[in-house]
């Protein structure tokens, strides 16, 4: 079965940096891409980007752009999102889920979760 | 634009029909997608390509799609349909989520 399982809570100081991993089971790592999307405590799910696991293709969303890195290491199965220059607004739960090899559009699968605390 | 507007709340009683709607531009050339999210939980996928169910989604949750807008029913509500709802569509250059929409069953 397909599984996506993310790296545990992280409490960073503003400024600092954050890297968040996903390892994929169950299906051909490669056949997929992955997006990351974050939830602001009681707030709506906020699309973040997209990496291709096939050839590392990415597409971030315009307000991250600058701060964000997608990253996929195909030996291991397991894709990385890295933010930068953190604020306290960053504070969310960062999930990664599967999607299109080619575009953003099939989010099916997704990980558990990971809550990242900006915090001075 | 590629917004995707939802009603904040939906209240039913159990046995009776929600009805969840999505509206945005986008929605006239892209398929949508519904999310369910219970409180502590990642996000379920309930419906794809507007009306399509993936397997082991109940029956009672089905999708339709007119013009800017896609809609979420879901007949015979149970207990444990109470949630929250997202949609989701692929813009040109990003990918966007609906407001989302609290379902209340009691």
């Known amino acids: ?120 | 634009s590629y917004e995707l507007t939802q009603p904040s709340s939906v209240s039913v009683s159990p046995g009776q029909t929600a009805r969840i709607t999505c509206s945005g531009d986008v929605l006239a050339k892209k398929y949508a997608r519904w999310f369910q999210q219970k409180p502590g939980q990642a996000p379920v996928l309930v419906i794809y390509k507007d009306s399509e169910r993936p397997s082991g989604i109940p029956e009672r949750f089905s999708g339709s799609s007119s013009g800017t807008t896609v809609t979420l029913t879901i007949s015979g509500a149970q207990v444990e349909d109470e949630a929250d709802y997202y949609c989701y569509s692929a813009a040109d250059t990003k990918g966007v989520f609906g407001t989302g929409t609290k379902v209340t069953v009691l």
């Open chain 1, 1 to 120: 079965q397909v599984q996506l399982v993310q790296s545990g809570a992280e409490v960073k100081k503003p400024g600092a940096s954050v890297k968040v991993s996903c390892k994929a089971s169950g299906y051909t790592f490669t056949s997929y891409g992955i997006s990351w999307v974050r939830q602001a405590p009681g707030q709506g799910l906020e699309w973040m980007g997209w990496i291709s696991a096939y050839n590392g293709n990415t597409n971030y969303a315009q307000k991250l752009q600058g701060r964000v890195t997608m990253t996929t290491d195909t030996s291991t199965s397991t894709a990385y999102m890295e933010l930068r220059s953190l604020r306290s607004d960053d504070t969310a739960v960062y999930y990664c889920a599967r999607d299109r090899v080619d575009n953003w559009n099939d989010v099916d699968y997704w990980g558990q979760g990971t809550l990242v605390t900006v915090s001075s």
